[in-house]
């Protein structure tokens, strides 16, 4: 999946943009503090989800002054085939979203047309954070690979509600355990769609983590291990029967799917407890670059990634395994830094194709291939 063209109006300070991005290869944009280059990425990544990875209220997006946004694009699908897509979001609370002419009713409808990737100064909560970022991780890469997923998530989620519902109001043990056959088997399809996906997931893990990894981080003694969120030696339904008088306590249900988590761990040190800060950028995007190999791999996608201030936290070294990496997947990929210099010499080494875009003020200019020579910095 490519976006092909670009045209956001009065979205944060992106008072017009019109961009003829390059569908595969990097699209590098540079400029100072305030130009406009997260607001950019942010335009894309509510296109393809229909909310912002920065507020949650879609007013804060619109441009002071103006009565709505708009994001358009032309999307070049895995066959090629260019299909028009936009969203709108007016002050008053309205919104559309299009894609080929038709509104589009569901956030997973069109998760599943435009997949996206963002890696950012948060993204290392994939592993600080609660389990809750693994799981997240986990059914992202579900959700494109297996098309039951969706269905099986969502009727697991809606008995948890309920389950959880008659907990806090203390249902009878009877009427419980009468639901109790329904909510096991919901959780069981749930957490085996899980490990089809991790036993794909782990081999192109294994490769991209220690393929080019190994001079910055040692990973010959990193382990990662699936915790499903109970005791698979025992019986779900039955430890759900056995344990129906703590969770009437506690007011919802312990064990489950719900509480599973992915857990990595170095010399069995959790991860996030020796890692330092460069370190986990690049293992959360080795984790991040595995799962779009295996989407391309089974279904011929690629998702578009937003980089968003790459060179933060990196030394040289680790920049460029991340560009060499990110140029591997052969997708479209959005990155900025504050300075050019930061990444132009090692974006010219890699070979492979980029356009360079200078913010300014609100204003996206794309920099002619003279200019770009004129900037770069010879490495080699
Ligand atoms: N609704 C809005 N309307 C107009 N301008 C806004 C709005 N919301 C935020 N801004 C401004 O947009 C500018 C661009 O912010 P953005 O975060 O995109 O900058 P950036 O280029 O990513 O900077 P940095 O390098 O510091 O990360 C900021 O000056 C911000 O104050
Ligand atoms: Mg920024």
């Known amino acids: 999946m490519a976006l092909s063209e670009i045209f956001i109006n009065d979205f944060r300070n992106l008072a017009k943009v019109e961009l003829q991005p390059l569908t595969r290869g990097f699209n590098f944009l540079y400029g100072q503090n305030g130009s406009g280059k997260t607001s950019f990425l942010e335009a894309l990544y509510y ?65 599943a047309f435009l997949p996206i990737r963002l890696i950012n100064v948060h993204s290392h909560h994939l592993l600080e954070g609660s389990p809750s970022f693994r799981r997240k991780y986990l059914d992202w890469g579900i959700f494109y690979h297996n098309q039951e997923f969706n269905a099986v998530w969502l009727r697991f989620k809606r008995l948890l509600k309920q389950r959880n519902a008659a907990l806090r109001m203390r249902a009878s043990p009877g009427e419980l355990l009468s639901w109790t056959g329904e909510f096991a088997e919901a959780a069981l399809r749930f957490h ?84 330092s800060t460069g370190q986990q950028k690049l293992l959360v995007c080795g984790m991040i670059f595995a799962q779009g190999a295996l989407l391309a791999k089974l279904v011929n996608k690629r998702p578009i990634y937003l980089i968003d201030d790459l060179p933060a936290e990196l030394d040289l070294q680790s920049r460029s395994w991340l560009i060499s990496t990110l140029a591997e997947q052969q997708a479209q990929i959005f990155v900025t830094a504050v300075e050019q210099e930061a990444m132009s010499g090692i974006l010219a080494q890699v070979g492979s194709p980029v356009k360079m875009f200078h913010v300014k003020h609100g204003t996206i200019t794309e920099m002619s291939s003279s200019e770009q020579d004129k900037n770069s910095i010879r490495l080699l």
Request: glycine letters at 6%.
């Open 47 to 111: 296109l393809g989800h229909r909310r912002s990875f920065r507020c949650l209220s879609a007013e804060r997006l619109i441009r002071y002054n103006s009565d709505r946004f708009n994001v358009f694009s032309s999307i070049n699908d895995q066959n090629g085939q260019a299909i028009p897509m936009g969203v709108e979001r007016l002050q008053e609370g309205d919104f559309r979203v299009r894609i080929n002419g038709e509104d589009i009713a569901t956030i997973s409808e069109l998760a």
């Open 192 to 275: 085996q769609l899980r490990l089809d996906y991790l036993g794909q997931l782990l081999p192109f893990l294994r490769a991209i983590l220690s393929k080019g990894l190994s001079p910055f981080l040692d990973l010959s003694e990193l382990s990662i291990d699936y915790q499903p969120g109970w005791d698979l030696r025992e019986s779900y339904s039955e430890l759900l029967a056995a344990t129906l008088f703590k969770d009437l306590e506690r007011g919802h249900t312990h064990y489950g799917p719900h509480r599973a988590d992915l857990c990595l761990k170095i010399n069995r040190i959790s991860a996030k407890e020796v890692l």
